[in-house]
């Protein structure tokens, strides 16, 4: 309900199905005592507890780590990370200069809105196979409209990741699923139209987390820290430098297509003091 009385419901209270600090006595997470039941608990499993309200442990736990760990990369040249750098070279604050790394890292083509729109697309296409489409016409529509997130890469048509995340999913036997099916039979319509759209971390990630019941909004809430544990060591070795000699940038690499240089006039009399 909108208008006022939303505004009167809500005042000097907070109707919440997530949790409270009972402060000095307990806290309550998404209906478990935080402390007498929880306290044991992985921090990964407990961060999605606290999205989905789902416990993941033993094997599922297992594959949620490895696929924020297989993309951890202290690479100070990778977009978001430059920023941590960046950060660390001006001398700000690890809180600062994480976070803008981390609101860097939503970004549409290579960074988090990929995951979302792939795990809806793999939602959409099971979905509809359900229904008894096929696989293929759905792929020929979803292109009609635009492009399939998750398949090609900028750099590399090759994703290095990949293989590693596929063996410990096979090791973990979470490698049957119908979205990583899905996936692999997707990446083969794609690269029958051009050997460069290779599936990516996108899409591979997408389908094991669709496959483990995550939906649109949690895979973007999920997908949030995957760069994060590569951007401390960045931050901190650029704050290790002498201020503001992370990737200076010379006259010559700025490509300036204003006035050609000039000469100044002569002033033609002295200027009285």
Same mark, same amino acid.
């Given at each position: +309900?909108?208008?006022?009385?939303? $505004?009167?419901?809500?005042?000097?209270?907070?109707?919440?199905?997530?949790?409270?600090?009972?402060?000095?006595?307990? @806290?309550?997470?998404?209906?478990?005592? $935080?402390?007498?039941?929880?306290?044991?608990?992985?921090?990964?499993?407990? /961060?999605?507890?606290?999205?989905?309200?789902?416990?993941?442990?033993?094997?599922?736990?297992?594959?949620?780590?490895?696929?924020?760990?297989?993309?951890?990369? *202290?690479?100070?040249?990778?977009?978001?990370?430059?920023?941590?750098? $960046?950060?660390?070279?001006?001398?700000?604050?690890?809180?600062?200069?994480?976070?803008?790394?981390?609101? +860097?890292?939503?970004?549409?083509?290579?960074?988090?809105?990929? /995951?979302?729109?792939?795990?809806?697309?793999?939602?959409?296409?099971?979905?509809?196979?359900?229904?008894?489409?096929?696989?293929?016409?759905?792929?020929?529509?979803?292109? @009609?409209?635009?492009?399939? /997130?998750? /398949?090609?890469?900028?750099?590399?048509?090759?994703? =290095?990741?990949?293989?590693?995340?596929?063996?410990?999913?096979?090791?973990?036997?979470?490698?049957?699923?119908?979205?990583?099916?899905?996936?692999? =039979?997707?990446?083969?319509?794609?690269?029958?139209?051009?050997?460069?759209?290779?599936?990516?971390?996108?899409?591979?990630?997408?389908?094991?987390?669709?496959?483990?019941?995550?939906?649109?909004?949690?895979?973007?809430?999920?997908?949030? *820290?995957?760069?994060? @544990?590569?951007?401390?060591?960045?931050?901190?070795?650029? @704050?290790?430098?002498?201020?503001?000699?992370?990737?200076?940038?010379?006259?010559?690499?700025?490509?300036?297509?204003? *006035?050609?240089?000039?000469?100044? *006039?002569?002033?033609?009399?002295?200027?009285?003091?």
């Amino acid at each position: +309900m909108n208008g006022p009385q939303a $505004l009167v419901d809500g005042a000097d209270r907070l109707v919440t199905r997530m949790g409270q600090a009972f402060v000095g006595t307990r @806290a309550v997470f998404r209906g478990h005592d $935080l402390h007498a039941e929880l306290r044991h608990l992985d921090w990964m499993t407990l /961060y999605v507890l606290g999205i989905t309200g789902r416990l993941y442990e033993g094997a599922q736990q297992r594959l949620l780590h490895a696929l924020w760990v297989c993309t951890s990369y *202290p690479d100070a040249r990778i977009w978001n990370n430059r920023t941590a750098a $960046l950060a660390g070279s001006a001398r700000s604050t690890p809180g600062l200069g994480i976070a803008a790394a981390l609101a +860097m890292s939503e970004a549409t083509i290579y960074g988090g809105h990929p /995951y979302v729109s792939s795990i809806d697309f793999f939602i959409r296409a099971r979905a509809d196979e359900e229904q008894g489409g096929a696989l293929d016409s759905f792929v020929e529509a979803e292109l @009609a409209g635009g492009r399939i /997130y998750g /398949y090609g890469r900028p750099i590399a048509c090759i994703d =290095e990741r990949l293989p590693w995340v596929l063996g410990i999913a096979s090791e973990l036997g979470l490698d049957g699923g119908p979205h990583l099916r899905i996936a692999l =039979e997707v990446e083969r319509l794609l690269l029958a139209r051009s050997p460069r759209l290779r599936m990516n971390y996108a899409a591979l990630m997408s389908a094991l987390c669709a496959d483990l019941g995550f939906s649109k909004t949690e895979m973007h809430h999920f997908q949030l *820290p995957v760069f994060l @544990a590569g951007m401390p060591p960045c931050f901190i070795e650029g @704050a290790e430098r002498t201020p503001g000699t992370v990737f200076p940038l010379s006259c010559a690499h700025i490509a300036y297509e204003g *006035p050609a240089p000039r000469r100044w *006039p002569t002033p033609t009399h002295t200027p009285q003091p």
